[in-house]
Structures are given as C-alpha cells and as structure tokens.
C-alpha cells in the first residue's frame, strides 16, 4: 500500500489547486454568483456605511469639545482680588482643566464691541454686566452624570450667583452617538448572522447538486476533509469577494454623497470633510467576509455532507 | 485475500440479501461472481466496498477486518481497492487525465508522478490520446475503460468490478476482460461479478455463484 508522502509544498500546491477550482466554479456560473456575491455585500456594506456616517457625526461633534464651559457669573458685591483668587483655586479641582477670569469691566468691552451698542452703554450709570469665570471641565468628565454635581458644586459656592452649562445639547448629541453605535452593532452583529446563512445555504445547494460526484470521490477513498476543502474554499471565495463587493458599493454611496455634504459644509463656513475610512475597510470588509464565508460553509458541510454516503 | 466466513446481511425490512455465505478468493487469484438478478451479488460487493456491513459474520479483505474498522479509516481502507462500476462512475465535469488522476490526488501524490502514472495507466487501456477529453465525448467501450484507468492507477492489491461489460457488445466485453487478466497476471487479485456467462464461460477463472443470498456453487 502506498503512504502520500507528506510534503509540505505539496500540500499548499494542493490547497492552491483545490482552491483555484473553487473560484473556477464560480466563474461558470456567473449569474449566480453574482446575485450570491451582490447580497453578501450589500448585507456587510449596511452596518459598515451606518458605521461610516457615525464616525463623521462623531468626528464633527469633537470638533466643539472646547464648546462644553461652564460660565460662572459672579456676585455683584465679589471683589476682583476673590475673584481671581476663585479662579486659580477652582484651576486646582480635579475635575476642571482649565479656568479664565472676566472682570466686569472685560465683559462690559467684549459686549461693547460684539453688540455695536457702545453709545447706548455709555448711557447707562453703571455696569450691569456681571464678572465671570469660565471653566472648563476635564474631557473625561464629560458624562452627564458628572457635569451635572460639577454644575451643582460650582453653583453652590457664595460667590457664584449662577452657574450655566453651555452646549448641553452637545452632551446629548453624544449620548445620541452612543445609543445609535450600539443600534449599528446590533444591526451588524445581524446582518453578520444572515450572510452566515446565506453562505451556508448556498454551500447547502453546492452540496447537494455535486452529490452524486461527492459518492464517487467516496469511493475512491477520499477522506472527509478532502471532500469539504472545495466547499470550504467556495465560502471563502464568497466571503472575500462579498467583502470586496461591499466596500465597492460604500465607496461607490459615499462619493455620491460627498459633493452635497463638500456644499453644505460650505454653507456654514466649516472645515469639514467626510472620512471615508477607505483603507480600513478595504481591509476589514473582505477580511469579515472571509471569516463568516468559511464559517458558514463549515457549519453547512458539517451538516450536510456526512449524510452523502455511497450506496 | 477476501475472506467470507458465515456472512449475513439483513436490511431493514426482514429481507436477507446474504445468508451464512462462506468462500475465500485467494492472493493473486482472478474469479467470477455470478448469479441471477437480486441474487446478492451486488451486496456482497458493497460489503467489499465497505459501502454496507454484515449483519452477522465477518469479513476478511487484505488481513483487515472490516467488521471492526472505525468509520474514520474507511477512506484508506478503500485506497486499497480498485472498483470498476457498471455506469462507470466518472465526473463528467472533468477530463480524462483528471478523472484518472483523482485516486492519486486524494493520496496526496505529488504533481509529477502523478502525470507519469496516469499516462502509464491510460496507455494500458488504449486511451493515451484521449486524456484531454471529456468522458461524454467517449464512447461506452472507451468510457470503462477510463473507469479501469481510474480503478488500477494507484495499483490496488485488489480489483473489483460489478458488472463491467454490462452495456458492450461481445468483442468489446472480450477486450476488457482481457484487460483485466493482464492486470491480474502482474499479481493483482480481480474478483468481477457479471450475469455475462457465454463470455466467461471461455475463460479458465474459477466462478462463485450466488442463489438468494447462498453460495449455491463454485466451479
């Protein structure tokens, strides 16, 4: 009886072979491949997209994160020399990175030049704008939950008449970002589950239209592993392609939204230009492909494959 | 070689296929399974195979019991065995040469000498210029051949054939008998099962035949 010398080169020769007649079968059949091709992709380029727009409107969002200050208006009757004491005391706070003093008289200026009423100030017999500290709180103190007692403790303190929070509804856009990231993990982790099937069902079909090949290669004593590797292979070519498919379809989305989003950022004078992630999916999105492809095709032949018995 | 002792094989419904067969083919030996149809011949050659297992008794093939072989070393088991099958069996997707060279390629032989026993195994068949086609290009004759080709291509100690010249014509059943007398005259056992006894009759190899599942005679 002969042994198969088992020679490793010999071996990935093989696995290329096997492999490259996988894809050979695909490309007889076209159509179907396609179709095949063309679902998986769109069903990885859903989350990948959702993904996409997340991270701009995350990425937008941090442009404001100088945005989130505290303004302290202080107490009429709070001398300057408290005031700037205040200021570097609550600097030592932990969860305060930085502070700024504005005397009366800076904000009655900076009023005078913003509003153009100088004339009419001048009229007035004093100043009625009161001195402020702005604060700054620590980027990771940025929770509600921890604004809020920062807001409560500064409010507090004697000489503060009024503590306000601005952009809070900064805060709540990025707990919107939150629940939504979760929404597209969920959305993916689903879509992820549907193309497992769809692989899974198409590898099912392959199965069962090559069954009476799958005997004969039985009976010749070919080894269940032997059988499954061009099923294997036929997920993982679904898997990768399906990848490529997607991000060609994202890619293909986004530039038609980018010149609407170039001019509305225009409009409001801004910098913004959308991230289009490109390199790292064109890893990623294949690479998810290839991993669910050859998932779905194992589960599938496990399934399957042992019931095709000669007779 | 191939040893029966006591051999039953009962199916599901109560009927028995095989019942208390016992025979021997020797080493070396070339020998002729005949019978009516549904007489048990083709059973007895899926017990061969390892395709299906006694009900009761055991069989002996190349000093393996198969009674007690584990599922898992089925495919080496039949590694050893070259079958030739009455419709051939081929992969009509594939050509010639890769029908052939498929026993090899589930070995694991490497790329060379596989091209160099395929070669070898067609031109013992006559088929050396047709290993670029496809099998439906062939015709039925030159199609078991091709079956043949596959069957001895990685030199089995033992080769079986259920009815191989089933569907030829009588001078094209002759040659392919002889092809398989030339295989067995180089030491490979040959145990053929065929209803075709006009032709075997002529031949000097002894014959084992069946009646409902029994050895009804050996000559």
């Known amino acids: 009886m002969n042994f198969p010398k088992l020679n490793l080169a010999n071996y990935l020769l093989r696995h290329l072979q096997v492999m490259l007649f996988s894809l050979g079968q695909l490309w007889r059949q076209p159509l179907s491949s396609m179709m095949t091709i063309i679902v998986i992709g769109i069903a990885l380029a859903l989350p990948a997209g959702l993904y996409v727009l997340l991270d701009n409107v995350k990425q937008v969002s941090d442009q404001w994160d100088d945005a989130t200050q505290i303004s302290l208006f202080l107490q009429q009757d709070v001398s300057p020399e408290r005031a700037t004491k205040l200021t570097s005391q609550l600097k030592q706070w932990p969860q305060i990175t930085n502070t700024h003093y504005q005397s009366s008289n800076q904000s009655l200026e900076e009023f005078r030049q913003l509003s153009g009423l100088g004339t009419l100030l001048d009229s007035l017999p004093s100043n009625p704008l009161p001195a402020i500290i702005i604060i700054q709180p620590n980027e990771n103190d940025l929770r509600p939950d921890a604004i809020g007692s920062l807001l409560a403790r500064v409010e507090a303190l004697p000489e503060v008449e009024q503590a306000q929070l601005d952009m809070e509804w900064l805060l709540r856009l990025r707990s919107i970002n939150k629940t939504v990231e979760r929404g597209i993990s969920i959305l993916g982790l689903l879509l992820s589950l549907s193309v497992l099937l769809i692989i899974g069902n198409t590898i099912r079909l392959a199965i069962l239209s090559r069954q009476s090949e799958i005997r004969v290669i039985k009976l010749v004593g070919a080894t269940n592993a032997f059988v499954r590797r061009p099923f294997l292979y036929t997920g993982f070519w679904y898997g990768i392609l399906g990848g490529l498919m997607a991000w060609l379809t994202l890619t293909l989305s986004l530039s038609l939204i980018n010149s609407p989003v170039n001019e509305l950022a225009k409009l409001y004078s801004s910098q913004f230009t959308l991230h289009w992630l490109s390199a790292l999916l064109l890893v990623l999105l294949p690479a998810t492909g290839l991993v669910l492809g050859v998932l779905g095709a194992w589960i599938s032949v496990g399934r399957h494959l042992s019931s095709i018995e000669p007779s | ?219």
């Not at chain 2, 029966?4 to 002729?32: C, P, Q, W």
């Open chain 2, 1 to 219: 070689m191939i040893f029966f002792t006591d051999v039953y094989k009962r199916y599901s419904n109560r009927f028995e296929a095989l019942s208390g067969l016992s025979f021997h083919i020797n080493k070396g030996e070339m020998a002729f399974l005949t019978g009516h149809s549904g007489a048990g011949k083709s059973t007895l050659l899926k017990l061969i195979a390892l395709i299906e297992r006694s009900s009761h008794g055991q069989v002996l093939v190349n000093n393996q019991n198969l009674t007690r072989l584990p599922k898992r070393k089925i495919p080496y088991y039949r590694r050893q065995i070259g079958i030739v099958f009455q419709d051939h069996n081929l992969l009509h997707d594939r050509t010639v040469f890769d029908n052939v060279a498929l026993p090899l390629i589930i070995a694991g032989e490497n790329h060379r000498e596989i091209g160099r026993r395929v070669r070898a195994s067609l031109d013992k068949v006559g088929l050396l210029g047709k290993e670029r086609s496809l099998p439906i290009a062939l015709s039925g004759g030159e199609q078991q051949r091709v079956g043949i080709a596959r069957a001895v291509v990685n030199r089995p100690p033992i080769l079986l054939a259920d009815e191989p010249t089933g569907n030829l014509d009588p001078e094209l059943s002759r040659d392919i008998m002889s092809l398989f007398e030339q295989f067995n005259q180089v030491g490979t056992t040959v145990f053929i099962a065929t209803h075709d006894l006009d032709l075997i009759n002529t031949l000097p190899h002894r014959q084992i035949t069946l009646d409902s599942g029994r050895l009804a005679e050996q000559r």
